[in-house]
């Protein structure tokens, strides 16, 4: 049996996409020869857990940033070299891999664990069930999948999704053209927005230049800071958002059952990402306050929802020279944004000497993550 792996264009209805399919046609030889993509989906004798990191692009840095800061560094020998460890995980190997082969070896098998855009997820995961969302928001590489269309012409009055679609232009023998590298989302999202006549062509890079080159009327990109898409004349349109993106931690739910440690491990990442990731946010906040007692002072502070930190403000005594105690220490954590408001409501309420330090770590009970985690597995 010879597989051997093809491009074609196929029409669903009234709209049509480019996929790539197998097809098989069965060899006259004697030897069998078979190509496949990846693995085989089977979970391999390995004894290595396997996390697939991004090997380039914006996504590379950010991510192995992400695990420094968790205190999981990634040693790697040197920057071609694609395998490394983070010593402070046993049996673990980090493999670096360009985003959508995380995807594909997370479904193969070859990889037990990834970081990737949710966008690459999405695109490239097309629905498999096995591949398991085990943090949906590192915080890290925010973009968004948007159609655009020109500014100009025909399109100069057309501001949304439904505007385009009732165009007259588009019809079954011309249909509306969409270059993207997302042929997967593309067409169904168009067809989820009942847009038909509608056909979509395959482009890596620079697709913005397309609608100008007259080689499409439309493009579906990844959109940032929306400069690319300004500075080719072209726009984002209402309800033309197909997802909205950034890093997240995935899993292959075979591996999390079925290969020893990779649970335990992930649990382990899940805490520390956590942990790392709510900290972020917060400052923690010491202040002196004048007061009868512990109670009078906590009151005071709870009066003002935000300064109510995690679980309530830790209230203790200062002991002045003469034994006596007429200041209460409170303990806050604060949203870095409310920082200034805080430190303004403190003030009125008493407080002084405000001291504020960044936070670390902010280790929950358990993190609600790992709950849902157990329950998706059936555990
Ligand atoms: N402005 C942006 N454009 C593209 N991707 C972005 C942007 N901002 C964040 N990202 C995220 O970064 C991921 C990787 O994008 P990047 O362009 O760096 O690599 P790539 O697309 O794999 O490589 P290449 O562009 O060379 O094909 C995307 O899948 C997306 O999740
Ligand atoms: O909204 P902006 O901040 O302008 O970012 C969007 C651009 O960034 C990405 O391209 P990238 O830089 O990855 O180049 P590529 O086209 O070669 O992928 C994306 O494909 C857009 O072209
Ligand atoms: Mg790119």
């Not at 070299?81 to 594909?104: C, G, M, T």
């Not at 999704?161 to 007259?168: G, N, S, T, W």
């Not at 709510?278 to 002196?288: H, M, S």
């Not at 007429?326 to 009125?348: E, G």
């Amino acid at each position: 049996m010879l597989m051997s792996q093809i491009g074609f264009g196929v029409k669903f209805g009234n709209w049509r996409c480019y996929a790539s399919s197998s097809s098989s046609s069965s060899s006259s030889s004697q030897s069998e020869v078979a190509v496949v993509e990846g693995g085989n989906g089977r979970i391999s004798e390995r004894q290595h857990i396997r996390l697939g990191l991004p090997s380039k692009g914006r996504m590379a840095t950010d991510t192995t940033d992400l695990l420094k800061n968790c205190q999981l560094s990634v040693k790697q020998v040197n920057p071609r070299q694609y395998v490394a460890q983070i010593p402070e995980l046993s049996n673990f190997e980090v493999w670096f891999q360009r985003p959508k082969d995380i995807v594909k070896k997370l479904g193969s098998g070859d990889l037990d664990l990834g970081i990737v855009g949710l966008d690459t997820f999405t695109e490239h995961g097309q629905g498999n069930e096995d591949l398991i969302i085990v943090h949906e928001a590192l915080a890290y590489g925010d973009c968004r999948l948007s159609l655009a269309i020109p500014q100009y012409g025909i399109f100069e009055n057309i501001n949304s999704l439904e505007e385009l679609a009732k165009m007259p232009q588009w019809t079954e023998s011309k249909p509306l053209r969409v270059a993207t590298g997302f042929t997967y989302l593309g067409p169904k999202f168009m067809k989820d927005n009942g847009l038909k006549h509608v056909t979509f062509s395959t482009a890596d890079g620079a697709l913005e230049a397309a609608p100008a080159m007259g080689i499409a009327d439309a493009i579906l990109d990844l959109v940032s800071s929306g400069t690319t898409l300004r500075e080719n004349n072209l726009k984002e349109i209402e309800g033309g958002t197909v997802l909205e993106s950034q890093a997240v931690l995935v899993a292959s739910r075979k591996s999390l059952v079925q290969r020893k440690g990779v649970l335990d491990t992930t649990h382990e990442i899940l805490e520390r990402l956590e942990a790392h990731l709510r900290a972020i946010g917060q400052f923690t906040v010491t202040a002196n306050m004048r007061g009868r007692s512990d109670k009078e002072v906590a009151e005071r502070v709870v009066s003002h929802p935000s300064l109510c930190g995690l679980q309530g403000p830790t209230v203790s005594p200062v002991f002045g020279p003469d034994g006596e105690v007429k200041h209460y220490a409170i303990v806050i954590c604060v949203p870095k944004k409310a920082l200034y408001k805080s430190m303004k409501q403190l003030r009125a309420i008493g407080g002084s000497g405000v001291l504020v330090s960044p936070l670390t770590y902010i280790f929950d009970e358990e993190t609600p993550r790992w709950r849902r985690l157990l329950s998706t597995l059936g555990m």
